[in-house]
T-cell receptor
Framework: DAKTTQPPSMDCAEGRAANLPCNHS???????VYWYRQIHSQGPQYIIH???NNETNEMASLIITEDRKSSTLILPHATLRDTAVYYC??????????????FGSGTQLTVLP | GAVVSQHPSWVICKSGTSVKIECRSL??????MFWYRQFPKQSLMLMAT?????????EQGVEKDKFLINHASLTLSTLTVTSAHPEDSSFYIC????????????FGPGTRLTVT
């Protein structure tokens, strides 16, 4: 699976959009970009994933550059409860047991009141 | 959405004893379950992958005789930490994959193990 690079930490004001970047310059054509987050002392939570098109769901939006070498997770109106470590993961699809998620160090997002 | 539970949520045990952690998929059948370990201020590290009815596949450096994994049913996997030592103190998290969809891997809330 392709390696990802994320800033170690970011701050965001409550109510503002939080834009979390991720570089994955070695991504291959059929690898997906996944985002998970982990609130302190809890298990990771799936947020969103995409291949090449921008995606949006009730939690966030995912913007993937045209060359797919980087992406941005957008939380449109951050709240204090969005304070967490956000993980960007690139991996191949499929249900085989080899398709486990490999977590990097992630970005600690702190939403400030 | 799919729910994965873990029990217990935290446990304190004495050095040399064994501890069993359960991971259950509550509303779906999990053909594959994963066990992770997370030390303070570090990321999740995959320990092993288990498929229902077969032996678990352990990641390099994880002792299979120390961390016993059983996935006897489609809704239950257990991790037993045998002869626990203080360095085994960690946050243990399981996840379960529901089927063929690429993103359907759901995480449990984690179990905090403290070995004294």
């Amino acid at each position: 699976d392709a390696k990802t690079t994320q800033p170690p930490s970011m701050d965001c004001a409550e109510g503002r959009a939080a834009n979390l970047p991720c570089n994955h310059s070695t991504i291959s054509g059929n690898e997906y970009v996944y985002w998970y987050r982990q609130i302190h002392s809890q298990g990771p939570q799936y947020i969103i994933h995409g291949l090449k098109n921008n995606e949006t769901n009730e939690m966030a939006s995912l913007i993937i550059t045209e060359d797919r070498k980087s992406s941005t997770l957008i939380l449109p109106h951050a709240t204090l409860r969005d304070t967490a470590v956000y993980y960007c993961i690139v991996r191949l699809p499929g249900s085989g047991s080899a398709r486990q998620l490999t977590f990097g160090s992630g970005t600690q997002l702190t939403v400030l009141p | 959405g799919a729910v994965v539970s873990q029990h217990p949520s935290w446990v304190i045990c004495k050095s040399g004893t064994s501890v069993k952690i359960e991971c259950r998929s509550l509303d779906f059948q999990a053909t594959t379950m994963f066990w992770y370990r997370q030390f303070p201020k570090q990321s999740l590290m995959l320990m092993a992958t288990s498929n229902e009815g077969s032996k678990a596949t352990y990641e390099q450096g994880v002792e299979k005789d120390k961390f016993l994994i059983n996935h006897a049913s489609l809704t239950l996997s257990t991790l037993t930490v045998t002869s626990a030592h203080p360095e085994d103190s960690s946050f243990y998290i399981c996840s379960a994959r529901a089927g063929t969809h690429t993103y359907e891997q759901y995480f449990g809330p984690g179990t905090r193990l403290t070995v004294t």
